[in-house]
């Protein structure tokens, strides 16, 4: 009786099998196609609706012209600042800089600007105008405030020869009333520098700058000195 219970077990197992293996085959196949499927292939070209598409096209657009670093220092005060020059396509070389400023009295305060070329596009020229924004984040010590202002201004430069080794600068920034905030009521940032070449890519300078900002409890002369600094391309 034991060995028949046995032979028909194993007579279903054995007719079992060709099920099962046939759907553990199909199962395999299916698993295996959905994974070649998936897998990458060679990388298409990118269409121009794609997000990497319109990445690559802004990439293109946009390139690195220069950097540079450019410091200064007086008797009561110093800054420092780093420079990066770009082309944007169709609508010219941008400056982006971005530094801080520290005077005697331990006032801090950083410095960003964004300037716009406006002069023509020639490679030689004798006259260089930008124009922009400057943003103050300060903190003004002997007040013990914060303040925050957004300055509109620019700088020309008039280049003494072609070859743009010297030149004189005037920078002039203002930020009124109503874009300034905290203790201060506007800011008014004006240098002058006569800069000249002394060796490849380094530049020195001697200038004056009038850093004044103007708050609730008085004027403050943050900046109103001779000043002598150098400039570094890389």
Not at 5 to 15: D, F, P
Not at 52 to 62: F, I, P, S, T
């Amino acid at each position: 009786m034991e060995d028949r219970t046995l032979n028909l077990e194993c007579h279903e197992s054995v007719a079992g099998v060709p099920r099962r293996a046939r759907a553990r085959l199909q199962l395999a196949v299916s698993t295996a196609l959905i994974a070649m499927a998936a897998m990458p292939g060679p990388a298409p070209a990118q269409q121009p609706g794609s997000v990497e598409g319109a990445a690559e096209r802004v990439d293109d657009r946009v390139d690195a012209i220069d950097r540079y670093i450019e410091a200064y220092v007086s008797d009561d005060s110093l800054q420092a600042q780093y420079v990066q020059e770009l082309r944007i396509e169709g609508f010219g070389p941008v400056e982006a800089r971005g530094g801080f400023f520290y005077n005697e009295t331990r006032d801090l305060i950083a410095v960003v600007d964004g300037l716009l070329d406006i002069g023509d596009q020639a490679a030689r020229r004798r006259i260089e105008v930008k124009v922009g924004t400057r943003l103050y984040g300060a903190f003004l010590n002997a007040e013990n405030e914060d303040t925050f202002a957004v300055g509109f201004g620019g700088e020309a430069a008039f280049f003494f020869t072609y070859d743009q080794r010297s030149s004189i600068q005037l920078t002039a920034f203002y930020a009124p009333d109503i874009l300034t905030f905290g203790i201060a009521n506007n800011v008014q940032d004006v240098s002058l520098r006569l800069q000249t070449r002394i060796r490849e890519a380094t530049d020195i300078y001697i200038g004056y700058r009038s850093l004044e900002i103007q708050t609730t409890l008085g004027d403050r002369e943050v900046d109103d000195n001779l000043h002598i600094g150098f400039r570094r391309n890389f």
